[in-house]
């Protein structure tokens, strides 16, 4: 029975460790993954937009031959302030 307890205690906090390193390093590389500048067949439009969930300005791309739209960050997220 102590085998199993001190068996539970060593591989619980492995399982935490190996979890939040596992998602540190998927997060990382998915930001890598994306562009700054847009793909070579986008034509860049007049519309330009502020996305709500994120605060980021955006300039919108699009490929005529597909019917795809390219976002592109144009600016910085506004910081939030602070209620107090």
Not at 12 to 19: E, G, K, T, Y
Not at 66 to 79: A, F, L
Request: no cysteine; proline share 8%.
């Amino acid at each position: 029975m102590t085998f199993l307890l001190a068996l539970y205690f060593i591989i619980a906090p492995l399982i935490v460790i190996v979890s939040v390193i596992g998602t540190i390093v998927i997060r990382r590389n998915r930001l890598k993954g994306k562009t700054v500048e847009p793909p070579f067949d986008y034509i860049k439009t007049e519309e330009q937009f502020i996305d709500p969930t994120t605060g980021i300005a955006q300039q919108v791309w699009f490929n005529p031959r597909t019917g795809e739209r390219y976002y592109q960050n144009i600016s910085e997220p506004e910081p939030r302030s602070r209620k107090r």
